[in-house]
């Protein structure tokens, strides 16, 4: 094909992921009788006196996606609800929401964020509505809910997912080329993929080429090795005496020693500038990106780019980071908890999971009908292996406690100090631990 059809032919595939694979249009597939469906069989919404429903976005929710994910199909399988958003911003949390006594009926955030609602007593246990409501949680991944009962004490379910996410080994094609280095594979290890990154790390006419970035968040390799910050029994940090840990700071600095492959200006989580903006770095391991517009536009400009499975551990084959979910919570004080449920449910059935998947949004459901629509209508899918990439199952969930987020901003700052070589390993395990104690102390005293 010439330059001139390439073009329009990738000036097609752009514009078809803006326009069709933003998000679902809304009352995707059949509409399910009003009433007493196999989901919900209260029926309680249907035909019910006019309510609104307000949506707390905690998490980043765009007001497109909530528009046709959930308020028009919600609007057109129950005509007297209305769905109404409201969005975080420094003014509006969820602390002040409770001072002022403004609960919303459902909360949205992403399921590695509970904790900060947990912490503030927000999430309801749904056992009761699931019972009452007859929902089939069996329908769920078990692995998806075993790691919503992980978020709390007393392993309670107070969390629905709408969504879930996959992983992927993102590369550039033309780099590879470049340095005569063959693609990654599906089913390589970390120890594999950094041997490769090896080859096409170096710099070349000025341009400085990264092979591997480990990842943009501490969370991915630490939920895949099940690492957990602080002993819940003890309230003691856990990073200087886990033998798992000292893998996670190794394998950082296998990757980022490679010299060249953290060079002057790099900074932890720049994963995807590098990879989509200036398209020097090599293997970008990140949440897939097939409905992702910078990518598209990339393509669209003659990026040469493939995905494969995630890379794992070779003592732990085929698990990949612990479970990331987008979804929903009803807080204690909401004024219409079987409403919001029936909402949740409603959102969870099969038929429309089955449109949500085919635009790109993971399923957490069983159904292998369901999974294998995924990303059916999103261009950039074609001649992904699927399958593979969601062979790579999530790791099981670690113990949590609500000294997390801390843990996570204290170890990611003593882990970049560890490999960019301004401290030895020990020394770095030992400040994070340290520090780490010393912040959940201090979060301990204030609530007492």
């Keep these: 094909m010439g330059d001139s059809g390439r073009s329009r032919r990738q000036s097609l595939l752009y514009t ?4 069709g694979g933003l998000l679902i249009a809304s009352g995707c597939g059949r509409e399910a009788d009003v009433g007493k469906t196999p989901d919900n069989p209260a029926g309680s919404l249907a035909g019910g006196e006019p309510v609104t429903l307000t949506l707390f976005a905690h998490g980043i929710l765009r007001d497109q996606d909530f528009i046709d994910y959930m308020q028009e199909p919600i609007k057109k399988k129950y005509p007297n609800v209305t769905l109404r958003k409201v969005d975080a911003d420094k003014q509006v949390t969820m602390s002040n929401l409770i001072a002022a006594g403004d609960i919303p009926d459902l ?7 509970l904790q900060q609602l947990t912490d503030l007593n927000v999430p309801s246990n749904l ?5 009452k409501h007859q929902f089939d949680l069996k329908r769920l991944d078990p692995q998806v809910v075993k790691s919503i009962r992980s978020y709390t004490d007393k392993g309670e379910l107070v969390y629905l997912p709408f969504r879930t996410y996959a992983f992927g080994l993102h590369y550039n094609k033309s780099i590879f080329d470049k340095f005569g280095a063959e693609y990654p594979r599906n089913g390589m290890t970390w120890d594999e993929v950094i041997e490769l990154a090896r080859k096409v790390t170096r710099t070349e006419n000025g341009v400085a080429y990264r092979g591997l ?3 943009t968040a501490l969370n991915r390799m630490q939920s ?4 957990p910050y602080v002993d819940p029994q003890t309230d003691k940090a856990l990073v200087s005496s886990d033998d798992g840990w000292r893998r996670l700071f190794q394998t950082f600095q296998d990757i980022y020693g490679i010299p060249g492959n953290y060079p002057s200006g790099a900074t932890f989580g ?4 590098a990879f989509l903006d200036t398209k020097t770095l090599a293997m970008f391991p990140q949440l897939l990106l ?3 517009l910078d990518l598209a536009k990339a393509a669209s400009e003659g990026f040469q780019w493939g995905v ?3 890379p794992t551990f070779k003592d732990k084959p085929g698990v990949g980071p612990g479970l990331f979910s987008d979804g929903f919570v009803i807080p204690h004080g909401s004024k219409h908890p079987d409403q919001a449920f029936e909402v949740m449910a409603y959102l969870l059935t099969d038929e429309m999971q089955k449109g949500y998947s085919e635009k790109g949004n993971m399923s957490a459901l069983v159904n292998p009908d369901i999974h294998k629509r995924l990303y059916a209508e999103s261009p950039l899918s074609k001649g992904v292996d699927i399958a593979a990439l969601l062979a790579v199952r999530s790791a099981d969930p670690h113990e949590k406690t609500i000294y997390d987020e801390k843990g996570r901003v204290i170890v990611t700052k003593h882990l970049e100090a560890y490999f960019t070589g301004k401290v030895d390993m020990n020394t770095a395990m030992r400040m994070a631990n340290d520090e780490l104690n010393k912040a959940a102390a201090e979060m301990k005293a204030a609530k007492q």
Excluded: C, F, M, R
Aim: net charge negative.
């Design 16 to 19: 078809t992921l803006i326009v």
């Design 213 to 215: 970035n480990a990842g």
């Design 224 to 227: 895949q090795l099940s690492l």
């Design 270 to 273: 720049d994963g995807a500038k």
């Design 290 to 292: 097939l409905n992702n």
């Design 107 to 113: 909360v949205w955030l992403g399921l590695t964020n």
């Design 308 to 310: 494969v499975s995630y």
């Design 127 to 131: 056992e009761p509505l699931v019972s």
